[in-house]
């Protein structure tokens, strides 16, 4: 007989699959570090990386520690104190409580913990590789824990080499921590590289002095306080007046009960609180701290714990939209009786101007950032600043330095790197977060198109037509009948206005004949195909023009590396690959 092709993996294989869920990147690990850090009640942290986490994260508290048996057990899978049984799930207090962490770390990496806990005069040590405990002795420390993550991923080849540029994960690193600096008003935070101090938090820094440090001074100047209870609940925190906007969402952060989660329905709150006031494509920051009854919440839903699923939602989104209007209220409401400030900011007919509206008072704004070492501080923000935005910066590319290769590709030159775009994937991105943002938020923008478009359509087609012409009218085409089999394109969704309307939508048709509209979502399927077929296509000439505005629109994407099937839509070739290439090192 065959032998059976199922195999039980090994306790190893299993260790590195699970710890690849937990362990994503180095940033992962110093969130998963200081998170325990913070659980074990430390109020100083200190995190030491050298080439940005990859070769060590060394993460140093003053908590509680962990006497020997402790130590060697910490790192087993599934094992915490933090919880006992299935009832302790529905009411999680602490950062961590999946006993995963140290278990994922330690499968990956060579890790050593050393730690004391109060009371006991010397500390312990242990040394593990591949998740195997190889040593372990006395050791000398004062109460509280140290974990030093070496050569993360040493193991895990494909992992490693998946990595992004250091400063990319640096700058995701100096995120993460920033995060917990933001969150953590009572504890003293110090972020380093080498003997480069990136962040420090002394334990004295109030809110708004954070958000100054994490998130800026633009923000840190126009924000206004928010705040705002339910039963069970309570919300505050900051958000900018409205003159203040990104191009992008990143400066929205949602806490809950402490812990950094993404949330489409918190961010969802926010934009319908600023949507009559904002440009389509600008988004306000937000920083916003919700406590809640742990009962009435669940962050087991993500291995990273990174999203949370609320009982309530309906009330809690509620809330954050009256905290914010209710703050854009008050601020008009200051703001009448000085009418010469209102044509400055146009912004229809909630108007709320800066300088006006109960922003920080002066002496607020001459904070600046709070360095130990004395180095020159405006030094050091600068390169804070320029870590934290090197991603976007890399890709900013001076006027003539744009190519257009083989009618398809969009090659850029930057000083260190070659950024190279498929401008169909790209464009395809663009038009299809464009569509269903406008279904998902606000009416369609549409154009009337001045020459209205007649279209013949076989008996098959129109049968097809007559189904999802309203799906057509819900993502901005107005299609009516006229005549038997004739069909009249009044408008079309604004941005795709000067394509080829009627090729499109036969193309679009065409492709809808081996969909079947009973299994999927019309509008989302039509949505696709429109991105798809209205894009750009490769063998399309583009000009100088066209293609920085393609690029541009690409990174104001939430998702700008890929399709939405999946291909990639830009690459970057650096330094190291240039020189990989040419096996000069
Ligand atoms: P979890 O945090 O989900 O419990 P971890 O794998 O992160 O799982 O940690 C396992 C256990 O090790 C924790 O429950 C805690 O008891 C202990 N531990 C980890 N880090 C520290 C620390 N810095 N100080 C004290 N105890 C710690
Ligand atoms: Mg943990």
Known sequence: MDKSRINILSEE???????GEVVERPASVVKELIENSIDAGSDSIEIQVESAGQMLIRVADNGRGMNPEELKMACLPH?????RQIPDLDNIRSLGFRGEALASIAAVS????TSCCEGSDSGFYVYLESGQLLRSRPAGRSKGTTVEVRNLFYNVPARRKFLNRESTELAEIANVVGRFILSYENIEFRLKQSDRCLLHAGGDLDAAERIRLVLGGDFADHLMGVSCSGEGFSIRGFASLPSCTRRDKRGQLFFVNGR??????LSDAVFVAYRSMLERGKYPSVVLFTEIDPSSVDVNVHPAKLEIKFDDEKTLKNAVIRSIKNEFDSARKAEEGSP???SETDLRSQTVNADSSGGPPEEQSEFSYDFTVNEDESQKKEY????????RDDRKTPADNIYQVADCYIVRLAREDITITDQHAAHERILYEYLRGTTENSPIETQNLLFPIRMELSARETILMEKVIDNFRDIGFLIEPFGERSFIVQSVPALIKDRDIKTVVEQIL?????VDLSKVDPVNELIKLTSCRAAIKAGDKLSREEMHSLVQKLEECELPFTCPHGRPTMTTIG??????MFRRK
């Open 384 to 391: 804070i600043l320029r870590e934290v935005n090197s991603f």
């Open 340 to 342: 010469d400030l209102s």
């Open 79 to 83: 094992a915490t104190s933090k919880i």
């Open 260 to 265: 950094f989660v993404r949330s489409k329905l």
């Open 13 to 19: 294989v299993v260790g590195k699959i699970s710890a």
């Open 510 to 514: 065409n492709d809808l004949f081996s």
């Open 575 to 580: 330094k190291k690959d240039l020189e990989k």
């Open 110 to 113: 060579q890790m050593e913990l």
